[in-house]
T-cell receptor, first 114, second 114 residues
């Protein structure tokens, strides 16, 4: 049972390039999330999804797009990368229970934009 | 809008002493509250959560947290710190009426000296 898998783990981009981060979970979770982690700012929610085919904006959605075409996958896209998007990106997933939903996190993807 | 504050960037404690990592929150309704821990180069791991009921919540690795509604706080505690507790700790909140948005604090680095 792999849990939440993120690819790639590391990537270096030039300003203006595009890329996609892939998140895959094998726990049949309904909810999936993308966060970015920056020093002194903790984790900030970029986008999230409450089910296949749905997406919603989080705290810092600008410059990012997402898609949830399959329940197990949640893609985060950068159409035109900027140095401000240099960060560590974490994907997480959770069940859609009526109680508090505990997040399972991936190991992170470190992105550097030059 | 919901928010979380962790007022201390770093907490230093001697091994064997009690530790407290502070967290305050703001939501318009009832909260679900969480603590997560992050070890170097890893994703976040769930420690404990408060949903309802007893204000003192016990979690993994001997940690506990106390929910205080009047002070809107959810401080993380441990009676006797271990060097292996050294890590980055995040408090998170989800408003009960909000389907899925989970907001994290900025994190507190806990350093336990031998």
């Amino acid at each position: 049972n792999a849990g939440v898998t993120q690819t790639p783990k590391f990537r270096v981009l030039k300003t203006g390039q595009s890329m996609t981060l892939l998140c895959a979970q094998d726990m049949n979770h309904e909810y999936m999330y993308w966060y970015r982690q920056d020093p002194g700012m903790g984790l900030r929610l970029i986008h999230y999804s409450v089910g296949e085919g749905t997406t919603a904006k989080g705290e810092v959605p600008d410059g990012y797009n997402v898609s949830r075409l399959k329940k197990q996958n949640f893609l985060l896209g950068l159409e035109s990368a900027a140095p401000s998007q240099t960060s560590v990106y974490f994907c997480a997933s959770s069940r859609s229970t009526s109680g508090a939903n505990v997040l399972t996190f991936g190991a992170g993807s470190r992105l550097t934009v030059l | 809008a919901q928010s979380v504050a962790q007022p201390e960037d770093q907490v230093n404690v001697a091994e064997g002493n009690p530790l407290t990592v502070k967290c305050t929150y703001s939501v318009s309704g009832n909260p679900y509250l969480f603590w997560y821990v992050q070890y170097p180069n890893r994703g976040l791991q769930f420690l404990l959560k408060y949903i309802t009921g007893d204000n003192l919540v016990k979690g993994s690795y001997g940690f506990e947290a106390e929910f205080n509604k009047s002070q809107t706080s959810f401080h993380l505690k441990k009676p006797s710190a271990l060097v292996s507790d050294s890590a980055l700790y995040f408090c998170a909140v989800r408003e009960v009426s909000s389907a899925s948005k989970i907001i994290f604090g900025s994190g507190t680095r806990l350093s336990i000296r031998p």
